[in-house]
């Protein structure tokens, strides 16, 4: 039996070597049924197809299989790239945009397909190129963005529609700028602005309805501000005030050293 189970072909019939067109290559074991195929419908095999025979990949192009010819994107000449940025099938231009000079792959910043403008989003290597895809209707797009703008320019996506989006921003948002997000409507932004708060600013969430975010206010906020955590509803936020407050007593209480004035 082949590696990875039965050989079939696009579709679904057994692949067959004989008649293949591709004789040839099998005869010099460039190819074989169950591993290295240009008709087995699995992408694995024919992406090892055209690793051994690359000059191939240029003929899979003609195919109507989206998939064929989305594999063989990866391994044509990058000359013949730009004939897939029109293809009718997003996959193909996306593995098309992975391998575009940046010059053409600017062309697809607006391409139908957010796959394909996620791809651009993640390359483009400029911060004002980027800023293009700030209004994108799709938050996938708009996530990449998120995670490559610099932190000083994240402060316009902290109001971006998607709470994903916004996780995102506050997660490399420079610091400067997180308190503009501790009245997020979502906890989950918020959890993430009280894991990076500067201690000194924890105030700002330390009544927030949420528990969990209470909890990290209590295990980050400085000893000042852990009075009214220590009397807080939940029990587990509660529990956390009181051993910090308990330990930073403790630690007050002794010099660095360990040992007692005067002894």
Same mark, same amino acid.
């Given at each position: 039996?082949?590696?990875?189970?039965?050989?079939?072909?696009?579709?679904?019939?057994?692949?067959?070597?004989?008649?293949?067109?591709?004789?040839?290559?099998?005869?010099?074991?460039?190819?074989? *049924?169950?591993?290295?195929?240009?008709?087995?419908?699995?992408?694995?095999?024919?992406?090892?197809?055209?690793?051994?025979?690359?000059?191939?990949?240029?003929?899979?192009?003609?195919?109507?299989?989206?998939?064929?010819?989305?594999?063989?994107?990866?391994?044509?000449?990058?000359?013949?790239?730009?004939?897939?940025?029109?293809? *009718?099938?997003?996959?193909?231009?996306?593995?098309?945009?992975?391998?575009?000079?940046?010059?053409?792959?600017?062309?697809?910043?607006?391409?139908?397909?957010?796959?394909?403008?996620?791809?651009?989003?993640?390359?483009?290597?400029?911060?004002?190129?980027?800023?293009?895809?700030?209004?994108?209707?799709?938050?996938?797009?708009?996530?990449?963005?998120?995670?490559?703008?610099? *932190?000083?320019?994240?402060?316009?996506?902290?109001?971006?529609?998607?709470?994903?989006?916004?996780?995102?921003?506050?997660?490399?948002?420079?610091?400067?700028?997180?308190?503009?997000?501790?009245?997020? *409507?979502?906890?989950?932004?918020?959890?993430?602005?009280?894991?990076?708060?500067?201690?000194?600013?924890?105030?700002?969430?330390?009544?927030?309805?949420?528990?969990?975010?209470?909890?990290?206010?209590?295990?980050?906020?400085?000893?000042?501000?852990?009075?009214?955590?220590?009397?807080?509803?939940?029990?587990?936020?509660?529990?956390?005030?009181?051993?910090?407050?308990?330990?930073?007593?403790?630690?007050?209480?002794?010099?660095?050293?360990?040992?007692?004035?005067?002894?």
């Amino acid at each position: 039996m082949s590696r990875g189970g039965e050989a079939l072909d696009w579709r679904g019939g057994p692949v067959a070597c004989g008649g293949c067109p591709f004789e040839a290559v099998h005869g010099e074991n460039l190819c074989q *049924p169950g591993q290295s195929c240009y008709f087995d419908r699995r992408a694995s095999r024919m992406d090892a197809f055209f690793k051994a025979n690359p000059a191939l990949a240029v003929r899979a192009l003609e195919e109507s299989h989206f998939l064929l010819r989305a594999v063989a994107a990866r391994h044509i000449n990058i000359f013949l790239l730009p004939r897939l940025m029109t293809d *009718p099938d997003p996959e193909v231009r996306q593995a098309a945009a992975w391998r575009l000079p940046m010059r053409l792959l600017l062309r697809l910043a607006d391409d139908s397909d957010p796959g394909v403008r996620a791809i651009v989003a993640g390359r483009v290597e400029d911060q004002d190129g980027l800023l293009a895809f700030l209004s994108d209707p799709d938050y996938a797009v708009r996530k990449v963005l998120a995670r490559r703008l610099e *932190p000083d320019l994240l402060r316009v996506m902290i109001r971006d529609p998607s709470q994903d989006v916004r996780v995102a921003v506050a997660r490399r948002l420079h610091e400067i700028w997180l308190p503009l997000m501790v009245a997020d *409507p979502a906890a989950e932004v918020r959890l993430e602005v009280a894991a990076r708060l500067p201690a000194e600013r924890l105030f700002l969430l330390a009544v927030d309805e949420d528990w969990r975010v209470r909890r990290c206010v209590a295990e980050r906020i400085d000893a000042a501000g852990l009075a009214i955590l220590a009397e807080d509803e939940e029990d587990d936020v509660r529990a956390v005030a009181i051993e910090r407050r308990n330990r930073l007593r403790g630690e007050s209480c002794f010099p660095e050293d360990g040992g007692l004035k005067g002894a």
